[in-house]
């Protein structure tokens, strides 16, 4: 296999629970290869995966099997902290319980990774300044967590996950905690960073937010069964069955 | 019914088996808990039975005397009383003489008593070490040979001449070291003035060879009267006399009672303080529990418990582990009761009898059990006014804000910004490790000022004849070392309880972190620091505190300070101890896959 420079690939990624009678094969054998500035849709039912594949990548978990590369540079054989690192400069994750530090401002939430990664406070507050403007909550900065709704506190997660200029993007269901009106709020902002040629990976069941995907690929019991090009037609075994399910 | 107790059975099993790590700790706090209170009760019984126990090994006299000067009118007194009513026996009269005694740079004026190599009827002091005297040797009284560090073998200078040291001995028939007084002023030379003290037993001759003319010999007298508790009568017939010292087996006991009086004292106020730390840890662990108790109430009353089931198995719970606890205390304190109630100085006591009564088992069974309701309580009350959907969705308090901390930790390196912003999230928390961790250092501190103090006095000078006071060294190593033990003990467990739920209330926080790319050494100098801020304060004021504590145990007298290499070192121990146990939880949460940690939040 040739290793490209740039992107994120992954050969026979596995992640097996348990042993014995009790294995689970949560992610059994995944193959993918994301351009640089793509974005990714990662779809399927509740337990078939989908989520264990995004933190596999984003190096929140560590495979049981298979190959990871992101920028040329093996993952899965990452020490604790080389992925620490990877997590601090070249990734970005939202999570759908955001996961933002309850006694920290939006803004002091935002600069947080920044500070983490060495920079200057002057220079975390300018950017986190800068991403607040940018997901539209400038005058929500100095705000509690708690003093904000749920689409707010997903925007303040967006733009913490940006705060060190990651090559990746990763988010787990980034609108599965909000109502109508939120997702609507951070569906633009996935579109903004998609325009701005992001490269993202979104694991969603929401099909709006798979809407603004590049590619759709359609998971079940670990495995990858249907790939989509969203300019293009569907493709693979399951491919009908998950035309219905948009349909429904 | 049946039916009922099964299932209460189930959930209290299955809750208990959820987090054993939890479980263990708690059993451990409440060990030390109970341990701890049991030697506080052991102590309360120190005085009263030894000297008892002493004089029934002995055959104690019930009176004593002894003439104020030993010339030839002052003795016929003795014979007087030998025949007095009320009289059943006697034996003695004894010889007593004065001589210097010189042994490993010390120099005192001995009393010694001259004595048949067979056992007397009366007052047969009991040997602790070695054997009763024979002829070239001498048997000194426990106390005094411990002041002086003597043991069988050893050799002193009596009267100029060299003796052997054949036994160590000691008696109930006069006052222990250093209150072995005899009433006569003797010049030893050069103009000095002194009164003999410390008791030495030698045979009938070497005893009356070290009579000198202005030392001359003396006799001493031991009666057994027929009502023993009328000895103090018996002697008040004599309290006016100028030429007979008459004293009774009351006097003594008393005397050797006020003797470890300031020592009691102070062990119970030391008692007072281990219990102190003692409680927190069961205090910081319950309080980290009570959390997610809210949620598993808001869990057991969604399938349909009603508040009084869950209250029965909360407080079921919380009784297994403290029975437990208490048991193990119970055993603990049992066995190392004896130690700490040895007796007080020179007296045989209850050796290898706990001084431990079924009222003090009922009271640390009692402090267990009240432990359990506490910890029961505030979750059943909250079952019982909570509604299930609430309780459901119970989080805990959102922590502290501190606007200007938490701007201040951006200037500093990774683990410091971490740890100043942990401490800042809780500070009644950071307030109970402060107070825990100079409780500690303050109990360590007074134990190293008394230790110092011991090895700073020698307390007879090789040159000047004095009485030295330094009541209860007999015993104080063996109580020292076991209160050292049970304080080390006690702050290991603290220091674990206080660590195990800051890094539990740390998870969310440092969970983030690491998500956000924070290395499992930035987190674990980050829980550290959390941990050392309160704690290096805590640590500092122990010093003063602890000095203060001794002075104020002996009486407003200054407490000797322990060498700064010393006093530094429990500074860097208490410091490194919360260091690296703090270390331990970081560790294990390093193991784990950053998502687990992340998603096994419970906060």
Known sequence: MTVAKTGLSATGLRKYYGKGTGLIRAVDGVDLKIEPGETVAIMGPSGCGKSTVLHLLSGLDRPS???????????????????????????????????????????????????????????????????????????????????????????????????????????????????????????????????????????????????????????????????????????????????????? | MRGRILLTWRLVASSLRRRPGEVVLTVVAITATTTTLMLGLALHNVTAHPYQTTRSLTSGPDVVAMPDRGSPSSVAQLDALEHRSGVLSHDGPFPVSYPIMTTNGSKILAIVEGRSMSPSPIDQPYVTQGTWVRPGGIVIERSLAHELSLAPGDHVTLGGNSFRVDGIAVTAAVPAYPHTVDEMNIDVGDGVWNQATGLVWATDANARSFATLSAPLNYILELKLSNPATASAFTNTYSDSNTLSVWSWQDVGQNDAEQSKPFQQGLLIASSLLDLLAIASPVVIVGGRLAERTRRVGLLKAVGATPRLVAIVLWLEYLILALVGAGVGLAAGYFAAPLVANPGAGLVGGLGVASVSWTDVGLVVALAVALAMLAAWIPSIRAARTSTTSALADSPRIPRRRPFLAAAATHLPVPLLLGLRLASRRPRRMLLTLVSVAITTTTIVAVLSVRAHEELAPSVSPRQFSIPYNPNTANTDAVLLVITVVLVVLAVVNALAITWATSVDSRKPLGVARALGATAKQLSGGLSTALLIPAVPGAIAGIPLGLLFVSAVSHGSRATIPSALWLAGTLLCVAASIGILSAIPARIEAQRATIYVLESDIG
């Open chain 1, 65 to 248: 099997e298979g190959e990871m590369w992101l920028e040329g540079r093996r993952v899965d054989e990452m020490g604790e902290r080389q992925l620490a690192r990877l997590r601090r400069e070249k990734v970005g994750i939202v999570f759908q319980a955001f996961h933002l530090i309850d006694e920290l401002t939006a803004q002091e939430n935002v600069e947080f990774p920044a500070l983490l990664a060495g920079r200057s406070p002057k220079i975390a507050r300018r950017r986190a300044t800068e991403l607040l403007d940018r997901v539209g909550l400038a005058d929500r900065a100095s705000h509690l967590p708690s003093a904000l709704s749920g689409g707010q506190r997903q925007r303040v997660a967006i733009a913490r996950a940006l705060a060190n200029d990651p090559v990746v993007l990763f988010a787990d269901e980034p609108t599965g905690n909000l109502d109508s009106s939120a997702t609507l709020e951070v569906l633009r902002l996935l579109e903004d960073l998609h325009a701005s040629e992001l490269t993202i990976v979104v694991v969603t069941h929401d099909e709006r937010i798979a809407a603004t995907a590049d590619r759709l690929i359609t998971m079940r019991d670990g495995i990858f069964v249907d790939e989509t090009r969203l300019s293009g037609g569907s493709s693979g075994r399951l491919g009908s069955l998950f035309a219905v399910e948009l349909d429904a």
